[in-house]
């Protein structure tokens, strides 16, 4: 769908060039946050064996778990994205990327990940409700769900719409996102057989700026 209705190729196109190093110094880290270099990193995580990036784009996340150790899958809507995380990552064992939507994957897959994370990625730009069955079946006993987005504008709750608008011109396109808040979020989860683990409000480096919100889930046991 690398074509004028695709947001996903639209946001690429307003993308500034990737960065080669972080300010350490290190080709791949991962970053929660949309600001260079703040917030915390893949610790949050743990140790997992096999992970899933859910709406991965150009992949820094994913490659960086990846280089941790992990067997890692990217799974992204964009062919313009993966097409970039592709090229951009090849030397790196370990990883693979899939064009597909986080609903489809989760729906025709197999396997159980340890670890499954999404970075203002699918878990926000999917219903909560479709996308939380399908992720608790495929999240191993003790693995670990996080996820990080936007928090909510405050009143505006539920699924947004949107518009992506390309550098060049060309028509917007629309996009529609789940927005909770963190005391939502623990319900939903809930909802859907997880235990929250922690939620955390992350303010950016200028606190005028939109803050992080990040959620940590595990699998209720059953
Ligand atoms: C804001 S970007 C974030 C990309 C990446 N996680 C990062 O931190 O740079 C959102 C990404 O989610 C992907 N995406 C949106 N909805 C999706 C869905 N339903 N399934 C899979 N990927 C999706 C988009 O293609 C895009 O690459």
Same mark, same amino acid.
């Given at each position: 769908?690398?074509?004028?209705?695709?947001?996903w190729?639209?946001?690429?196109?307003?993308?500034?060039?990737?960065?080669?190093?972080?300010?350490?110094?290190?080709?791949?880290?991962?970053?929660?946050?949309?600001?260079?270099?703040?917030?915390?990193?893949?610790?949050?995580?743990?140790?997992?064996?096999?992970?899933?990036?859910?709406?991965?784009?150009?992949?820094?996340?994913?490659?960086?778990?990846?280089?941790?150790?992990?067997?890692?899958?990217?799974?992204d809507l964009s062919?313009?994205?993966?097409?970039?995380?592709?090229?951009?990552?090849?030397?790196?064992?370990?990883?693979?990327?899939?064009?597909?939507s986080?609903?489809?994957?989760?729906?025709?897959?197999?396997? !159980?990940?340890?670890? /499954?994370?999404?970075?203002?990625?699918? #878990?926000?730009?999917? *219903? +909560?409700?479709?996308?939380?069955?399908? $992720?608790?079946?495929?999240?191993?006993?003790?693995?670990?769900?996080?996820?990080?987005?936007?928090?909510?504008?405050?009143?505006?709750?539920?699924?947004?719409?949107?518009?992506?608008?390309?550098?060049?011109?060309?028509?917007?396109?629309?996009?529609?996102?789940?927005?909770?808040?963190?005391?939502?979020?623990?319900?939903?989860?809930? !909802?859907?057989?997880? /235990?929250?683990?922690?939620?955390?409000? #992350?303010?950016?480096? *200028? +606190?005028?700026?939109?803050?992080?919100? $990040?959620?940590?889930?595990?699998?209720?046991?059953?």
């Amino acid at each position: 769908m690398a074509d004028g209705r695709d947001p996903w190729s639209a946001f690429a196109d307003r993308q500034p060039g990737p960065r080669l190093r972080n300010a350490a110094g290190e080709t791949t880290w991962f970053n929660w946050t949309q600001y260079p270099d703040h917030g915390p990193g893949a610790e949050l995580l743990g140790e997992p064996a096999t992970a899933a990036d859910l709406g991965c784009g150009g992949g820094r996340n994913t490659a960086h778990l990846a280089g941790r150790g992990a067997r890692v899958v990217g799974v992204d809507l964009s062919p313009v994205l993966l097409a970039q995380a592709r090229e951009r990552w090849q030397e790196v064992a370990g990883l693979r990327f899939v064009e597909r939507s986080a609903v489809d994957f989760l729906t025709e897959t197999d396997e !159980r990940f340890d670890a /499954v994370c999404s970075v203002y990625g699918a #878990v926000w730009f999917t *219903d +909560p409700d479709v996308l939380l069955p399908l $992720l608790r079946k495929r999240l191993a006993p003790d693995g670990i769900l996080a996820f990080s987005q936007e928090p909510p504008i405050e009143g505006c709750h539920g699924a947004q719409g949107t518009y992506i608008r390309r550098k060049n011109g060309g028509p917007p396109v629309p996009v529609v996102r789940w927005a909770h808040t963190c005391e939502q979020w623990r319900d939903i989860l809930a !909802r859907h057989g997880f /235990v929250t683990l922690d939620t955390r409000i #992350v303010e950016a480096p *200028d +606190p005028a700026y939109v803050p992080t919100m $990040l959620v940590r889930a595990a699998p209720r046991p059953s």
